[in-house]
């Protein structure tokens, strides 16, 4: 497939690899029922919805969304047992996707690490933000902006090979990945910059294949090809990184909200590294975001399906 190079283009794709089926866990709630009747319109998700099919009857009713589309499955129990029925459609091969509808993300999270019925791999948990900025002639993967507080080199590791594999869903080929920091130069007295010459080196050595690693990198030697001719970085990633790895969660999410709320974008938003590809997405998110994170899952989960 070709690289996609907007979320535009994302979505005309994944109507074409979709519809693909999701389990929303709690779906009671008027922004849930309206994104998921927006995938379904747009042909890229079949949902089933989990929770008290009562109340969505009545919000439903109230919204003009018709359940009678969806596939209904009726829990009246705590959060964390509606989360571990929704992860459960998941796990019996009913459902593609995992959807956090109206639950708390601790309880939606305990019924995906769950040791029985949960969607573990053995990889680490990890948040991206998939961004369309005006300008910029690529899509950007930023990680992890939400979930890894302070990673160590260890989990850096698992958060690239995370978003690597769902750069490569949107035909990235070789996704290039730069390792953020404040200095394009290795300084021991910041460790950041002592981890990006370690990945660096293991991307060279083959033990994380499939891109391309540099680092560290300023932000704008990371973006601009300008700058880091200006400053005389060389390197295959500069001026072209895709996916643009943060030191720590502070960084990743003052980074990815300022692109939300200063910039002309589009944005999606996934949790990585459970069996499928999960939708986490907040009430504050707008109605096109949660539909681009729906159809960021289908891509993801279309790639897996071929892949694996």
């Known amino acids: 497939m070709e690289q996609l190079r907007s979320l535009t283009e994302l979505l005309s794709y994944a109507k074409e690899v979709g519809p693909k089926k999701v389990s929303v866990a709690l779906a009671e709630d008027a922004d849930v029922l309206e994104a998921v009747e927006h995938a379904r319109r747009e042909g890229i998700a079949d949902c089933i919805l989990v929770g008290n099919v009562d109340k969505m009857k009545e919000i439903a009713k109230e919204i003009g969304v018709d359940l009678s589309n969806f596939q209904l499955k009726d829990v009246r129990g705590s959060e964390a047992e509606v989360a ?19 639950i708390s993300t601790a309880n939606f999270l305990r019924g995906v690490l769950n040791k029985e019925k949960g969607l573990r791999t053995g990889s680490l948990l990890s948040h991206v933000y998939i961004h369309e900025v005006e ?4 899509i950007l993967f930023i990680c992890d902006p939400a979930f890894n507080i302070a990673p160590d080199l260890n989990a850096k590791v698992k958060i690239v090979e995370n978003t690597v594999e769902l750069a490569k869903s949107f035909g990235v080929e070789t996704p290039k990945v730069a390792v953020l920091a404040a200095v394009e130069v290795v300084n021991p007295d910041m460790p950041c910059t002592l981890e990006a010459a370690a990945l660096v080196q293991m991307n060279r050595r083959n033990q994380i294949k499939g891109c391309i690693i540099d680092g560290p990198l300023a932000l704008d030697n990371a973006l601009s090809e300008e ?32 692109i939300v709320y200063l910039t002309k974008n589009k944005t999606a938003g996934l949790v990585l590294g459970a069996k499928v590809p999960v939708v986490l997405t907040s009430r504050a998110d707008s ?20 892949s694996n």
Do not use: C, Q, W
């Open 84 to 102: 571990l029925a929704a992860v459960e459609v998941v796990s019996s091969g009913e459902a593609d996707i995992l959807m956090k509808g109206m």
């Open 135 to 138: 300008g910029v002639d690529r």
């Open 227 to 258: 700058a880091a001719r200006h400053k005389g970085v060389v390197s295959e990633v500069a001026g072209h990184a895709e996916v643009l790895l943060v030191p720590d969660i502070e960084a990743g999410n003052i980074f990815a909200k300022a």
């Open 287 to 306: 109605a096109e975001t949660k539909l681009l994170s729906i159809a960021s899952a289908v891509a993801l989960a279309a790639y897996k399906s071929v």
